[in-house]
Every structure is written in C-alpha cells, then in structure tokens.
C-alpha cells in the first residue's frame, strides 16, 4: 500500500520539522518555555565532551547500545534485526509483565543468535501470534494481532521487492537517510504516521526515522550505516522524551492536560493534546539544537540529543523521579 502523503525524499524529513513548528504555534495544551531550552543546552553543552553518545561524530555510535542489540553478524543480518526490531518498537506500557524497549531487543538477539534463519522474510510474512510469542521467549507483548501483522508487512514486501533482504533495500538508497525514510513509509503501512490536526496533515514517522538512525549507529555510520544525510533526521517523537522534557520545564502542559496525565488517563491518538505532545517534542529538541550552535559553538544532531534525553529519561525513570509519561494506544511509537 502506498503512503497517501505527497512528500519525498528530499521533503519529508523536511514536513516533520515544518509541521511540527506549525502545530506548536497552533497549540493549546502544550508550550515550550525557551528559557528551560536555555538551560537544558547549558548542560548538555557541559557535558558533550565526555558523554559516549554526545562525543564524536558515527564513531559516537558506540553508545547507542551495543549490549542490548544484535551487532555481531554480518551487516544484512543486523539490517534485518534493526527493521524487526522497529516493526515491533512500540506501545509497551499496556503490558502486565513489565515490558520495556531492552526487552523486546534483547529477545530477538537471543534468538537470532540461537537461530540465523529466524527473521528471514519468508518466515516474517507468515508469522503468527504463536511463533511471536516464541520468538520473544514465550511472552506475549501487547497488541500481538497489530505486532503479527506488522511483521507480515514488512516480510511480504521485502519478498515482493528486495529478494527478502532489508540490506538490499537500504544499499538501494545510496547512503541517504531520508530516502530510506521516504521508502520505508511508501512501502510499508505499519510505518506512515502521519495525520490530520486542525485541518492539515502533520508527520512525524518515529519508527521509519530511527530504523534510519539505529542502522546509522549500529553499523557506525560505515558500510550500510553511511549515510550523508543522517543530521537531516528529526527526534523520535515517544513518549519518554517528553516526558524528561516535561520534567525538565522545557515542555509546559495546560492544567488540564497535565491532571489526565498524572491521573494516567488515556489520551486518544490524533487528539489535539497527543499530537501537541509530539510535535513539541520535536519542535524542542530542534530549538534546543539551535542554542547549541549559537550560543555554545556545538553543532549536534537532534538524533544524538534524542539518544541524550531519552538515556536521561530512562535512568530517572527507573529512579521513579520522574511524572507519568503520556497514555496514548498505538502502533505509531
């Protein structure tokens, strides 16, 4: 099925960072508080030097994840890994057995180390719920039929298209991240987030972006993850990132909004308050890249600062100092 979006592979990436600046001055429940920004970048700026994501250029890779990822195969094999990985990367937080991103990746390592064949794209285009829930170590994630369904995509087209091979499909992009991003979003459904807000269609494509950005930072931006264009990638527009920004005073939410968070209440997907969430995230971390540069001299990618904060919110997360992240069911992140 195709993207019913009309960007391309030189604007896509664009549409995100346009549209998500249009929603914020739009908005009514979310606000970004530019001297939180200020602050925020003094930080990071302080410590760019020796953090292993914010230091370097591709070589700053190292500090992606190695020890939760499968990086030890061939480069096709680990392409093959990132794309199962992102198809499956999203809505955790309904599950009753506590299941989090390093969960999900760390069950496919171990079983694609167990056995290479395992993601193939023959056995992705007939997966069912069964064979998931083996292949994640007999737990079940939430919203298996989506997940399932994902993985039929994904394998079916690559059968269609790249000879069952997702290395083939990103060797087909000539080193350009925003055309891997345009094609994964044409060519797969599971991938095309994008919607309507007050009349207008606003992207934001998390999961085709850091499929981008995790083959970028797996491979070390060398062989397959070389890719000229990679600072044109945006954030990836969660829920953890707004969190920590939230806490942070960086994102300012309207009473309202921030009492049906705290109380854990669902927010619908394509809400006016969801979508505000999102594009503020992005729209933040693009402000906050432009006081690195300006007043700091540190030209950083919004990638790495995602990869910064979202490690940030991880760690106070597990500390429980952080507010309850926003509740929106979907497959989108």
């Known amino acids: 099925a195709a993207s019913t979006t009309s960007s391309g592979p030189r604007d896509r990436l664009a549409a995100v960072r346009e549209s998500a600046a249009w929603v914020c001055a739009e908005a009514r429940h979310v606000k970004l508080n530019a001297e939180a920004v200020a602050a925020l970048a ?30 030890s195969g061939s480069e096709a ?14 809505c955790f937080w309904p599950s009753e057995g506590g299941w989090e991103y390093e969960d ?12 290479a064949e395992v993601l193939s794209a023959d056995r992705l285009a007939h997966m069912s719920e069964e064979a998931l829930c083996r292949l994640l ?17 994904v394998g079916a087209c690559l059968q269609e298209r790249w000879s069952g091979s997702a290395a083939a499909m990103v060797r087909a992009c000539d080193g350009s991240a925003g ?28 999961r085709a972006q850091i ?3 995790d083959i970028w930072g797996a491979l070390k931006g060398k062989g397959l993850g070389a890719m000229h264009d990679v600072e044109q990638l945006t954030m990836f527009a969660d829920y953890r990132v707004p969190q920590i920004l939230e806490a942070r005073g960086v994102l300012e939410y309207s009473q309202a909004l921030k009492k049906r968070i705290m109380d854990k209440e669902e927010l619908p997907q394509g809400g006016e308050e969801e979508v505000e969430i999102r594009a503020a995230t992005v729209h933040a971390v693009e402000e ?38 926003h509740r929106t069911l979907t497959t989108f992140y």
């Open 104 to 115: 999900l990746s760390t069950a496919l390592k171990r079983a694609l180390e167990e056995d």
């Open 288 to 325: 906050l890249k432009r006081v690195l540069r300006d007043a700091h001299s540190m030209n950083i990618m919004s990638i790495k600062i995602d990869w910064y904060l979202w490690e940030e919110g991880e760690r106070q997360d597990r500390a429980g100092t952080l507010p309850p992240h």
């Open 42 to 71: 003094g930080e990071v700026a302080a410590q760019a030097k020796d953090h292993p994501v914010l230091e370097g250029g591709a070589e700053g890779g190292v500090g992606w994840g190695e020890e939760i990822h499968f990086v």
């Open 211 to 213: 499929l981008a950005g």
């Open 179 to 206: 055309r891997l991003v345009d094609m994964i979003v044409t060519s797969f459904p599971g991938f095309q987030d994008h919607l309507q807000y007050k009349g207008r269609e606003v992207c934001f494509y998390k």
């Open 77 to 90: 094999a680990v392409v093959q890994y990132l794309f199962v990985v992102d198809a499956l990367n999203f």
């Open 137 to 153: 170590g007999g737990r079940a994630l939430p919203n298996m039929p989506a997940r399932v369904e994902h993985l039929r995509q």
